[in-house]
């Protein structure tokens, strides 16, 4: 009995040793990879510095993060038999690119179908055209008997834009054509300055709710006149125009983004008004936005209760980024609290500046009419806008404020004015990577100052590349020349100020590797080179839409370069971004882009040649603006 029992521990012994042995074995072995590229030239960016990151030639992902980057050998230990293999036959590989400043929901637009409405207008195919007064409100009163009483009435751009401008047309005008209906005619209106013409039921409904808000004008005897501006304009497109289902949107706002993912995007961030972000996050409940998303909330934006509203939000900003908390996923999160536009463009004389802009100028017709003001659009200091306040509860609440358009000096000066003061009370806003969209203009004494509050910079070499018709021409005409090519997008200047920088095309159609070239070239559309001082290396400016622009989104830990644990976001390209001619960078095509471990984007032929699903966008890339010699300047 004794030698049974014995006999029978002993096995159990045995037994237990072999089954800890097998454990130990299988948990030394390296998982089975959902999906292995190898023969590629893969540049990781896995490093602070631009200059010393790895390149290797494998990666394997699994659940949609990457285990392990390195030689082919070693990636091909994580090989089974259900991993999808992708040969790269040699190919660039890059993280996948975040763009940190994009109206990706306005862009959309293009893929509406004809008087689909994007910010409430009543028929974005019907364009007033201008040519008298009576004709102008002949086409008002067409519209509105076609509509019921109570249906709004907006009209943007084309001959309402000119009736603004030129002050012809008056609420009483709308009154008498349209006395049944809301009717806005605005200007600047879902996206800039913004400022609306209103008839008396449109004023009715804005006084039902705001008795008294800053930017509604009135006469000497204290009647409102019907012309609104800064937050009374605001709030009409947000808490009064009618808003599109999320469904509708959705479909629309997908295509779009999958026009990204043919460029390499993988992330983007912009503001977000409530009805878009309403539609995108419809599209992340499906499972079928192909980009990730980081947005800053509109919500607070020239909101006429900023007091009682800012303390609701607290703990709803969020990232994974250093001091920061708040809420969202790795599809969808918000990043801070957008002000939209602390001015306008040069372009437009709404820039904020030092100097008054000239009434004639070649390149610059609006210039004209200066609906701003001799200095351009102060948002800063107009009591039309409340932006201050803005800037003042984000600091006392600790919010970040992002997505902030900005343009001329004066502008930039009064916001680091603000800041400054704000730092002084609470030190932890120097913490939170405030941004500065668009770096228009920069001098060395605005980067120097930006440093010391922890400023992130959102850049865009779209504003070099017009040359003399774009931003370097306004601010040539302003300051000279030579200035002028040294403060517009001095992505040199701000990398030197040790001031992280990010990228950004914020125009629908600037492909994502023109920007590349532009930031590496300083060349504009004929090919001259505007400030050769500030340009940057392409591993630079590599960084600046990758590893950097990562800490815009917040999500430094887990996108921006290609580790192991870091989310499987990749764009394989037809070129080699590194040793291309440099003037061809803008050519750069992705043939196959990957978020999350998923392919979102397949180049027709590459995806038939590898056996590839065909994936995203099936539209004609040819018309993007590239940086070639054949396109139209």
Known sequence: MKKKLFS?????????????????????????????????KILTADTPDPDSFRTAQAAAIFDGRFVAVGSNQEVLEYAGPTTQRIDLAGRTVLPGLVETHNHIYSYGDHWFPEGMSLYGDTDPSVRLS??????????????????SPGEWLIFGSGGATQALQDGAVTPADLDTVAPNNPV??????????????????????LLARYPDIPGLYKDDAGKPTGLLAGVAHWTLTY???????????????????????AQGITTVSTRLHPQHLAAYGWLHQRKEAPVRMGFSLETTNRNANLESHMPRLVGIQGGEGKNMWGLGDDKLWVIGLA????????????????????????????????????L????????????????????????????????????IESYLDAVEDLVKQYPEVAQRRWAIDHCRYINDAHAARAQKLGTIFSCGPK??????????????????????????VPLRRLIDHNLRTTMQIDQHGFHAFLALEV????????????????RISRKEALYTYTRWSSEYVLKEDVLGSIEPGKYADFTVLDKDYLTVPEDEIGMIDPVLTVMGGKIVHTQQEFATRLNLPQVGFRGNPTWWRRGGPDEAR
């Open 8 to 40: 029978s521990v002993f096995d159990l012994f045995i037994v237990g040793i072999c089954l800890y042995l097998g454990v130990q074995q299988v948990a030394a072995a390296p998982l089975e990879a959902d999906m292995i590229i190898l023969n590629g």
């Open 130 to 147: 201008w040519s008298t007064k009576e004709d102008f409100l002949a086409q008002i009163r067409t519209q509105a008997l076609k509509r």
């Open 184 to 205: 806005v005619l605005y200007w600047g209106g879902g996206g800039s300055g913004g400022t609306s013409v209103v008839n008396s039921k449109t004023l009715e409904l």
């Open 239 to 261: 808490e009064f125009y009618p808003m599109l289902a999320p469904e509708t949107l959705g479909p629309y706002y997908k295509k779009e983004m999958e026009e990204m993912t």
């Open 339 to 374: 002000l939209s536009n602390i001015d306008e463009t040069p372009g437009s004389g709404g820039s904020c500046v030092n100097k008054p802009y000239p009434r004639e100028a070649i390149n610059f017709p609006a210039w004209r009419n200066l609906p701003y003001g001799p």
């Open 376 to 411: 351009g659009l102060c948002t800063l200091e107009s009591p039309d806008y409340n932006d201050i306040d803005v800037l003042r509860l984000a600091a006392k609440y600790g919010f970040r404020i992002s997505a902030m358009h900005s343009g001329g000096d004066r502008g």
């Open 463 to 488: 504003y070099v590349h017009p040359g003399d018709k774009g931003d370097i021409g306004a601010y040539s005409i302003l300051y000279g020349p030579e200035i002028a090519a040294d403060v517009v």
């Open 519 to 534: 930031a590496h070239t300083r060349k504009d559309a004929t090919g001259k080179v505007w400030g050769p001082q500030q």
